[in-house]
C-alpha cells in the first residue's frame, strides 16, 4: 500500500524560504510521476509542481523561479523548495503520486502560511 507523508511546512514572513519534504513507501517510487499541489480557503486544489521518473519537471507559471521540486530515489522523497514566498501562495500543500492516467495516491497535506 503506498502512503505519502508530507513535512516541512509553516508560517513564514513574505520573501521567505521553506522547503516540503514527501515521503513515500514502496519500491514503486523511482517508476512514477510526483507532484505538489496546492489548495487555498475557498479554492480549488491546482497544480504547483511536476518531477517525471527521469527528471523532468514542470511547474505552474505562478511559481516558476521561485519553486524548485526535485526527487531523491534512494530515499523514496520528493522536495519542493520554495524561495520568494509570498502571501499568495499561503495553502495547504498536498503530495501526489500518478500511477497511471486514472490512478493516484495523496498526502494528507502540509499547511504554508505566508504573512507579516
Known amino acids: 500500500q503506498v502512503q505519502l507523508v508530507e513535512s516541512g511546512g509553516g508560517l513564514v514572513q513574505p520573501g521567505g524560504s521553506l522547503r516540503l519534504s514527501c515521503a513515500a513507501s514502496?519500491?514503486?517510487?523511482?517508476?512514477?510521476?510526483m507532484g505538489w499541489y496546492r489548495q487555498a480557503p475557498g479554492k480549488q486544489r491546482e497544480l504547483v509542481a511536476t518531477?517525471?521518473?527521469?527528471?523532468?519537471?514542470n511547474y505552474a507559471d505562478s511559481v516558476k523561479g521561485r519553486f524548485t521540486i526535485s526527487r531523491d530515489n534512494t530515499k523514496n522523497t520528493v522536495y519542493l523548495q520554495m524561495n520568494s514566498l509570498k502571501p499568495e501562495d499561503t495553502a495547504v500543500y498536498y503530495c501526489n503520486m500518478a500511477i497511471t492516467t486514472t490512478v493516484a495516491y495523496w498526502g494528507r497535506g502540509t499547511q504554508v502560511t505566508v504573512s507579516s
Open positions: 514502496g519500491s514503486i517510487f523511482r517508476l512514477t510521476t
Open positions: 518531477i517525471t521518473n527521469v527528471g523532468a519537471t
